[in-house]
Nanobody, 121 residues
Framework: QVQLVESGGGLVQAGGSLRLSCAAS????????MGWYRQDPGKQRELVAV???????HYADSWKGRFTISRDNAKDTVYLQMNSLKPEDTGVYYC???????????????WGQGTQVTVSS
C-alpha cells in the first residue's frame, strides 16, 4: 500500500500565497506522475496540475500562470505553490500519485486525504 499525506492548506486573504505539500510513502518502486486536484462540495474533482516523469507538467487553464507544481523525487513529494490566490480557488485540494510496484505489472493510482484551502475576499 501507498500513503499520501498532504499539508499546507489553510485560510489566506485574496492575493496571498500558500504552498501545499504531499509526501508519498509505502511500497513504491517508482512514481510515474503526481498531481493536484480541487473539489467543491457536490462537484467532481477537477485537475489543477500534474507532474509526470521526465519533468513534463500540465496545468488547467484556470490556474496556469498562478500555480506551480514541482516534485522532489528523492523524497517522493510533490508541491503546489499557489500565488495570487482568489476566492474562487477555495476548495479541498487532493494530491494523487500513479505508483508502480516491483511485483505487479501495472501501476495504481493513490489519493491523499485532502487539505482545505480557503481564500477570503
Amino acid at each position: 500500500q501507498v500513503q499520501l499525506v498532504e499539508s499546507g492548506g489553510g485560510l489566506v486573504q485574496a492575493g496571498g500565497s500558500l504552498r501545499l505539500s504531499c509526501a508519498a510513502s509505502g511500497r513504491i518502486f517508482s512514481i510515474n506522475a503526481m498531481g493536484w486536484y480541487r473539489q467543491d462540495p457536490g462537484k467532481q474533482r477537477e485537475l489543477v496540475a500534474v507532474s509526470r516523469s521526465g519533468g513534463n507538467t500540465h496545468y488547467a487553464d484556470s490556474w496556469k500562470g498562478r500555480f506551480t507544481i514541482s516534485r522532489d523525487n528523492a523524497k517522493d513529494t510533490v508541491y503546489l505553490q499557489m500565488n495570487s490566490l482568489k476566492p474562487e480557488d477555495t476548495g479541498v485540494y487532493y494530491c494523487n500519485a500513479e505508483v508502480a510496484h516491483s511485483d505487479y505489472p501495472t501501476s495504481f493510482l493513490y489519493w491523499g486525504q485532502g487539505t482545505q484551502v480557503t481564500v477570503s475576499s
